[in-house]
């Protein structure tokens, strides 16, 4: 067991400095404080980082760590704090660690017996959970998901249970796909899209996930975050309720097709389970 004092004087401390996600009104006192103190400070994106800097009229040393390189230049991290210097990591914006570059300087800074102190700041995942209409007592932070679509619908699988809130990042180019799958696998839940968060375009788009599939898409930039509702059936559905209820359907000369979307909707079952689940009940 170990007890590291963030403020003790004569702590070497890394330092996490949480940055603007968009409006620069949102960087800290203390982060600019911080910044100004440090000896050097490491960074995902020297030229992204540079930028910001010079928007506070601050000139630092800059040195890139970002995932292709944090194992080995958290090495050097660590040697700058034996030798007492004042460090400072930041990523392009948000907080660094949280799907973004981080986590490993952490572990092998605190394996080294350093303090490691985060500076609070803009948080995109908090953001569009308290402005949506979801329940935020509870919530699962998932982040990206896999850009490999079978990939993605197989952590979709693990996560479609969850009785918490479920809160995703997602790229412009990928949110047509994301927003499809999330139909065809966790069934139709209210969600909410939040997009340009804290800029001047910031907008939140609201509604049932069969809803948010018949977007227009190319009007979506920006990154994003999606806000999911929580698995809330009070019981689990099993197939012999899915099989009686899609019975009583099919004898209206509803489509397979059709019939799948409509047990999705009622019983918040995935639609492509439903789907394969009465095509191979008929075989």
């Known amino acids: 067991m170990r007890r590291l004092k963030s403020f003790d004087k004569n702590a070497n401390v890394l330092y996490m400095v949480a940055v603007p996600i968009g409006n620069l009104k949102e960087m800290t006192p203390r982060a600019l404080e911080i910044l100004k103190e440090s000896d050097y400070i ?13 928007k506070f009229d601050l000139r630092k040393e800059l040195i890139s760590l970002r995932e292709h390189n944090e194992s080995s230049v958290s090495n050097k991290v660590i040697d700058l704090l034996k030798d007492g210097k004042k460090i400072s990591y930041v990523s392009d914006a948000g907080y660094p660690g949280i799907s973004d570059p981080g986590k490993i300087l952490v572990k092998k800074v605190r394996e080294s017996g350093f303090a490691v102190s985060t ?4 948080n995109a995942l908090l953001n569009a959970l308290v402005s949506s209409s979801l329940d935020a007592t509870h919530f699962y932070f998932h982040g990206f998901l896999s850009s490999i679509d079978k990939k993605a619908k197989e952590e979709l699988e693990t996560l479609k249970n969850k009785n918490e809130t479920i809160i995703f990042y997602e790229a412009p180019h990928r949110i047509e796909r994301t927003t499809h799958l999330l ?5 139709d839940r209210k969600a909410t899209i939040a997009r340009e968060l ?3 375009n910031e907008e939140y788009i609201e509604g049932s996930l069969s809803e948010l599939v018949t977007l227009d898409f190319s009007t979506l930039i920006g990154e994003m975050v999606i806000v ?8 689990s559905v099993d197939d012999n309720s899915i099989l009686s209820r ?10 397979l097709k059709d019939v799948s ?23």
Do not use: H, P, Q, W
């Open 42 to 54: 490491f960074c995902e994106d020297t030229r992204n980082t540079a930028s910001l800097l010079n």
């Open 119 to 122: 500076i609070s700041g803009s």
């Open 183 to 187: 139909y065809e696998v966790m069934g």
């Open 198 to 200: 804290t800029k001047l």
């Open 228 to 235: 999911l509702e929580g698995n809330n059936k009070e019981e």
């Open 246 to 255: 899609a019975d009583d359907l099919l004898k209206r000369n509803i489509s």
């Open 261 to 283: 979307d409509i047990i999705s909707f009622e019983l918040k079952v995935g639609k492509n389970y439903v789907y394969n689940l009465l095509l191979n009940n008929k075989k």
